[in-house]
């Protein structure tokens, strides 16, 4: 297994290019079911929950060919409406084939993304979407297996009672083929939503107020083939610029929609950064002192919950005491006893974090737990003093391409190492 070592107190300095959305590419992926022919999806992170979506694809029947950044993929035949268990447990974005499979095959079966569907990261409104649709839904051995109507999915009325993006992308992906009007209410607004609408739309669908709370669909009969250019990644975004805020560097990033990002912007000038933007590139420059500052994570454009763990980090070595409240996943906290690890003074009660600030950080080895939390890891151990060991880092690779590569061609002193164990 992978690790990853880091010497702390390198300024990074220097330009990134910033990479395609994962989750834009995932659902877009997904959606690449519904189109009888060619999808082409260029800006596509090569990242390992891309793979793993393009083996659900191709368990599914379709081909998946990953070009440097340009992902062929075909889906004119579908053999199967089976997504198994091997491989949505790896990544529970695999439930995006849901909706594709309804409307297009008029059945699917779907293993539940890790334990129950209204456990702590539920899927309940996703089944709701499709049953609203018309759809029979049931549970089977840990599988979600839905049936259409006979004639297919019915367009329908669904409000969300939480604005899940997964939820609505998935009932938007099954409605566009559904015979008549669909209204989503309650829709997530994220900006990987508008991109599947984006996608879909220049598929052939016929869909308005993506990016909004409400989104109307009205069904169409089928979908063509397209190509379309992703969305930049905008937690990536924040991830670069929180690396180089808590190193105090000055850094330029490229290919970015600093529109998707305002509140990240606000927060790192409230914390004493200094951010431009100027077209697609953001330019932030830290002095080394950071504020402390409070943070509750909302559905977009609020803050979002992929950067809590990035920016508690930055909490660490800021200036005075900041709270951090997490509303979107009470539980998204496993970073913490790895920051404590490294010195950092924590108190966690519930959903909430209260950081003190101003401790110098000390190397320790620390444990990947999850995506995000393994991010938060590998920024304070650019500051903290001495050694850093980040271990079990694949699911820094879930989620960020190369990332310890395009840290040390800022200027931090990080490496990959493989490291004997289970
Ligand atoms: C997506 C992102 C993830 C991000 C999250 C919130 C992808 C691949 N993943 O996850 O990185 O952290 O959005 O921005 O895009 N909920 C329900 N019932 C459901 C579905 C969700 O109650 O059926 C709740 C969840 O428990 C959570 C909230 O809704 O509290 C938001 O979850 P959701 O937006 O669905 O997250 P994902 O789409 O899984």
């Known amino acids: 297994m992978d690790a990853f070592r880091i010497l702390g107190g390198r300024r990074l300095e220097g330009t990134v290019e910033i990479a395609g959305a994962k989750n834009a590419a995932l659902p877009i992926m997904a959606a690449a079911l519904l189109i009888p022919g060619r999808t082409v999806l260029r800006r596509v992170p090569a990242l390992r929950d891309v ?26 035949e579908l053999l199967s409406h089976e997504a198994d268990w091997d491989l949505v447990r790896r990544m529970r974005a695999s439930i995006y084939v849901l909706g594709p499979l309804l409307a297009r095959r008029g059945k699917a079966r779907v293993s539940l993304p890790g334990g129950c569907a209204w456990g702590p990261r539920p899927v309940n409104l996703h089944l709701k979407g499709m049953e609203a649709l018309g759809a029979e839904v049931t549970l089977d051995q840990g599988y979600i297996v839905a049936e259409a109507p006979p004639g297919g999915l019915r367009g329908a009325h669904v409000s969300l009672d939480v604005a899940s993006v997964g939820a609505t992308g998935n009932i938007l992906m ?32 016929s869909i308005s107020g993506a990016g909004t709370s409400t989104i109307e669909i009205d069904g169409v009969s089928e979908l063509k083939p397209t190509e379309f250019e992703n969305i930049p990644d905008r937690i990536e975004t924040g991830t670069f610029l929180a690396a180089a805020a808590i190193t105090g560097g000055a850094v330029h990033l490229t290919g970015v929609r600093p529109d ?96 003190k600030g101003a401790r110098r950080l000390q190397g320790a080895n620390v444990l990947s737990t999850d995506l995000r939390a393994s991010c938060a890891m590998v920024l304070a151990g650019l500051v903290a003093e001495g050694e850093t060991v980040v271990h079990r880092v694949y699911h820094i690779d879930r989620g960020y391409e190369q990332i310890e590569v395009r840290l040390a061609s800022l200027g931090a002193q990080i490496e990959r190492f493989r490291e004997e164990g289970p």
């Not at 950064?273 to 950071?290: M, Y």
Request: with cysteine; aromatic share 4%; proline share 3%.
């Open 51 to 76: 793979t793993t979506m393009s083996r659900v694809l191709e368990k599914l029947g379709a081909s998946c060919e990953l070009n440097g950044h340009v992902l062929d993929m075909d889906a004119t």
């Open 174 to 205: 099954a409605a566009v083929l559904a015979k008549g009007r669909t209204i989503i209410e309650n829709a997530a607004k994220e900006p990987d939503i508008v991109a599947l609408a984006d996608f879909l739309s220049s598929a052939g669908a």
């Open 260 to 355: 998707h990002l305002p509140i990240v912007f606000d927060r790192l000038t409230e914390m004493g950064v200094r951010v431009s933007v100027e077209g697609q590139t953001v330019s932030v420059e830290g002095n080394g002192k950071l504020q402390a500052i409070d943070i509750t994570t909302q559905v977009h454009p609020g803050f979002p919950t992929d950067l809590q763990a990035i920016f508690m980090a930055l909490l660490c070595v800021a200036e005075g005491s900041g709270v951090i409240k997490d509303t979107i996943y009470g539980d998204r906290f496993s970073h913490v006893p790895e920051l404590r690890r490294l010195g950092a003074n924590i108190r966690l009660d519930g959903n909430v974090a209260t950081v």
